[in-house]
């Protein structure tokens, strides 16, 4: 925590509550950890939702254990949380934890090396026995060995007092246990000065079906933060101003569930019904939840028996008039490869969301990883080009949704959207946007014969093409007179007839690709800035846009300046790319997989690019990436 001011609590001295006078200060990173049924995740997702009422910025960071049931107290149990919250603009989850709430030892275990030297550490020493020392492997109680040294240490027996504070509530024991994950949050309320009105209004709601459990929920709270208020453990009670926001109406939102908002509203301004054909998966099965809820926009949602079918069923939307979806991961994307084939030789527009998480084959489901994007440009058979674009912040997610939407209506063809599982389950506050500023994608079914049949009759040929996108007619099966075939065989240009002639095939593959090549002249110019004269050009796409940007800043207090090109069109790219790129000495790529984009850029435009890979399931960090490319730059230096 840093720029702190003592500052008076007005509020609770008004109340006649005021113990302690508020230190403010203007970040502060908080990670809540336990085991996978301790309700980290919701506990997180609360803080979080209480510091945007606040009018924080924030990002957060869930982590979740990959096991669906894994054994309570043991590493691979942990499920933990971070959140970063300020006054001013961030742009990661943050580097390093200032605090950390350990619901058990495998939580301290797991979390305590992310933890800054000084930090702050809350521990539930109810948990804190040997029976769970030994199940994550510490030999000696790490309270008493000096492993907690250089840390503040607060010990507060959570779940005991939760029990003793819903003891007049008619509620099991298990269930009164089980609510000290609110304890904790209460507590951390008040230690942060959260206002919370907001966490009691939203117990009400959520567990007003079972009032024995709302009621328990909504005491451990209030005891959590009338714990911190009235024991002296704590020295410093601290606050977090609201950011400087430009005016408008916001909502904290994740990457799922802004994807899932954008195709929505891609329905909407292409005044088409969507069809979503998905089996769960993790980690983009939440976007199948939530379109599953907004049947009124017109909305179709099918749980397909497996990745093939949901790919099949979405095309067949396609091909009925739908704007249509399937989302999935990297094991997803493999298995519907050949149904995106077929929906390129048909060229139909489909988009296809590939939310990636860590592999090979089913890797580290729960993990975030960058990896799909060569299995996104290459992965099908034959020469079979689509576009391929990719989100770099959770409500940019909205935004991309759209554009690949109207990619694949403009050009009929299928898209993919790349996210990840970082950009999925991370939040971060959204500007509701203004709808009249969202483009117009509509687009015109054909309902007229264009062609003349080899007797000279009026006819309808499928592969006509307009003569600007060379995208061929969309007409809904059971048009009168429109009738006609479409399929995986090649079909001649034109009249879509079955053909094997040699240079047919060799002219429709070029066709296809210039299709493609063709967008790029309908795409914006790739996001460029520069703090100064600078002789390193760092490129990024997808979700590292964040920790570049604050990598960036570390630079530049050090004296380091720097350039940022992010892609967010990665098939094709943007016009400016080539130039851009051939202006820096430097070109440096940080990527989350072993170094896909950096072979593309080398290859295509002939640049010594150098790759910063991260293979951990985790973001990159701030500082980790600031020190990266020094470490490039003063290698090129001692080279020169």
Known sequence: MTDTADVTDQEDLANGTGRLETTAVNQVVIRFAG?????MQLTGDRFTSASAMAGNDL?????????????QGTLAGVSAFQVHISDHEIYTPGDQPDVLIAMNPAALMSELGRVRSGGTLILNTDAFDQRNFDKCGYEVDPRTDGTLDGFIVHEVPMTKLTVVATSEIDVKKRDAERAKNFFALGLICWMYSRPTAPTLDWIEAKFSANEAVLEANTVAFKAGHAFGETTEMFADRYEVAAA??????YTNITGNTATSWGMIAAGQLAKLPV???SYPITPASDILHELSRHKNFGVRTFQAEDEIAAAGAALGAAFGGHLAFTTTSGPGVALKGETIGLATSIELPLVIIDVQRGGPSTGLPTKTEASDLMLALYGRHGESPIPVVAAHSPSNC???AIEACRIA?????PVILLTDGYLA???????LPDVDSLPDISVSFTTELNAQGPDGSPAFHPYLRDEETLARPWAIPGTAGLEHRIGGLEKADGSGDVSYDPGNHSHMTDLRQAKIDGIAKDIPAAEFSSNGEADTLIVGWGSTHGSITAARELLKNEGVSTAHLHLTHLAPMATNVAEVIGNYANVVVPELNKGQLVKVLRAQYLVDAKGVSKMEGLPFTGRELAAAVQEIRNNQEALS
């Open 409 to 413: 209506l403009k050009y009929r063809t």
């Open 425 to 431: 389950n991370g939040a971060e506050p959204w500007k």
């Open 398 to 400: 909205f935004y991309m």
């Open 244 to 249: 400087p926001y430009e005016a408008g109406t």
């Open 35 to 39: 085991d996978s049924g301790d309700g």
């Open 59 to 71: 990002a957060t960071l869930p982590e979740f254990p990959a096991e669906i049931r894994a054994p």
């Open 275 to 277: 069809f979503l054909g």
